[in-house]
C-alpha cells in the first residue's frame, strides 16, 4: 500500500500552484469565481449574463494590477461590480486619472453595458440610468456576491495580499 504513493511527493512538487488573485489571468479568475455560483440548471442563462459581467470587470480590474500596481482581491473586484464601478470603467477613457484601458476591454465593458434593458450612454452621462439596467445588473451582481464572499471567507486568510501569513502556495488552483 505504502509503495503506491511512494512518489506522491514528487508529483505534488512538480504541481502548478500561483496566487490567482496577485497573478491569475482575468479568464482564470472569472473561471474560479463563476465555478463557485450555486443554483440549478434552470439559472444557467443568468449564470452566463453573470459571467459576461464579471469577464468585463475582470478584464479592467487584471489591466489595472498588471499595469498600474492595483492590489486585487475578492473584496476589489465585489466593490468593482457595481454598476457606477462598470460605468466608470466605460467613461475612463474622459477622465483625468493616470491610467488607461485597452480598446478591448473597453468593448467588453461597452459590450455588457449595451446588455442592460434601458442602458444607454446618454443616460449615464446625466447620472439617470434606467430603472430596469439597475435591475438586471443588481440580480447579476446578486449572482455573484455570495461567491466572492464565499472566496474571501474561505481563501482570504491565504490570498489576501495585506496578510503577513500569505502563503498561496497552500491552495492548489487547475
Not at 48 to 72: F, H, P, W
Request: overall charge negative; some cysteine; glycine content about 6%.
Amino acid at each position: 500500500m505504502i509503495e503506491k504513493y511512494k512518489n506522491v511527493g514528487a508529483i505534488a512538487k512538480k504541481t502548478y500552484r500561483k496566487d490567482i488573485f496577485e497573478n491569475g489571468t482575468s479568464e482564470e479568475l472569472r473561471a474560479f469565481i463563476v465555478g463557485e455560483i450555486r443554483g440549478s440548471d434552470s439559472d444557467e442563462l443568468w449564470r452566463a449574463k453573470a459571467s459576461l459581467m464579471i469577464s468585463a470587470v475582470l478584464n479592467a480590474l487584471t489591466e489595472l494590477r498588471d499595469n498600474y500596481g492595483l492590489v486585487l482581491d475578492a473584496f476589489k473586484i465585489h466593490d468593482q461590480m457595481s454598476l457606477s464601478g462598470i460605468v466608470g470603467f466605460s467613461f475612463i477613457r474622459y477622465s483625468e486619472k493616470e491610467y488607461e484601458l485597452s480598446e478591448r476591454t473597453l468593448i467588453q465593458v461597452n459590450k455588457y453595458l449595451d446588455s442592460l434593458p434601458g442602458f444607454t450612454e446618454e443616460d449615464a452621462i446625466m447620472d439617470n440610468i434606467h430603472h430596469k439596467s439597475y435591475e438586471s445588473h443588481s440580480y447579476l451582481t446578486m449572482q455573484l456576491s455570495q461567491p466572492l464572499l464565499d472566496i474571501a471567507k474561505i481563501y482570504g486568510h491565504v490570498l489576501s495580499p495585506e496578510s503577513e501569513s500569505s502563503n498561496c502556495k497552500k491552495i492548489h488552483f487547475e
